[in-house]
């Protein structure tokens, strides 16, 4: 019973095979309520079909994916999911694509949060505008709105700041900052080590579907002789990638 009180997501003995080819080998890690985790690899390397598997899009193989103690389901727990491959209702406006999820949430006002939201991304001005008429970082502003919407208790990020200049990228990071600071445990795939090694606690790095390495950012760089996670990424993946 403590595990499940001290973990808002727990992997036990995971194993995933797509027509016969084994991606996932009996991979095994908890992830803390409260922390910021950073789940990182190579691409090939398993961290999307991990995330996408703990949601019940894809059936595991083997083992177990729990969420507070159980499979997930919407009833469980507020998840926010920011996918890698964005998607949106482009041929709808800003406010109101943002406004349709909000009320999907729950939100009472998701208007007013969704203007608040947009002002202060920078986009304000857009609030009417198609999305289809949005450039693509714009596109992505709005889809993290979506995501962080009613404080979720666990937000996973696939890549969230992916093609953002370094003034966007420090806003999200904020965002995100703030998120952590009201109580959400943070799940983050990104090939940015700077932002691993700035906001997370402890870390999963993936190669060839097991864990290279895994616990607390510190005690990770410590194994690798104080290295910077930039010098561990390049140490463990080469400059390849897994597959």
Not at 128 to 144: A, F, M, P, R
Not at 156 to 165: H, M, N, Q, V
Request: hydrophobic share 35%; charged share 30%; aromatic share 8%.
């Amino acid at each position: 019973m403590s595990e499940v009180l001290d973990n808002i997501v727990v992997v036990k003995n995971f194993k995933m095979a797509f027509n016969g080819k084994v991606v996932i080998k009996d991979l095994s890690f908890n992830v803390k309520r409260g922390e910021i985790f950073g789940l990182l690899g190579s691409n090939g390397s398993g961290k999307t079909t991990t995330i996408r598997t703990l949601l019940g899009l894809y059936t595991q193989s083997s083992g177990e994916l729990l969420i507070n103690g159980k499979k997930y389901s919407a009833e469980n727990v507020n998840v926010g999911y920011l996918p890698e491959e964005r998607g949106l209702y482009k041929k709808e406006t800003v406010i109101d694509t943002m406004e349709y999820f909000g009320r999907l949430k729950g939100l009472k006002d998701p208007r007013e949060w969704s203007v608040k939201y947009l002002e202060r991304v920078g986009i304000g001005d857009k609030v009417n505008e198609k999305i289809e008429k949005l450039s693509t970082g714009q596109q992505q502003k709005v889809q993290l709105g979506i995501t962080v919407m009613g404080d979720p208790e666990l937000l996973i990020l696939d890549e969230p700041t992916k093609g953002f200049d370094p003034v966007n990228r420090k806003l999200l990071m904020d965002i995100i900052d703030e998120l952590h600071g009201k109580g959400s445990t943070i799940i983050m795939i990104t090939h940015y080590m700077d932002e691993v090694e700035r906001l997370c606690d402890s870390a999963l790095l993936l190669k060839g579907g097991k864990a290279y390495a895994y616990g607390p950012v510190k005690d990770i760089k410590k194994k690798f002789g104080g290295k910077s996670f930039d010098q561990i990424f390049v140490e463990v993946y080469g400059e390849g990638t897994d597959e």
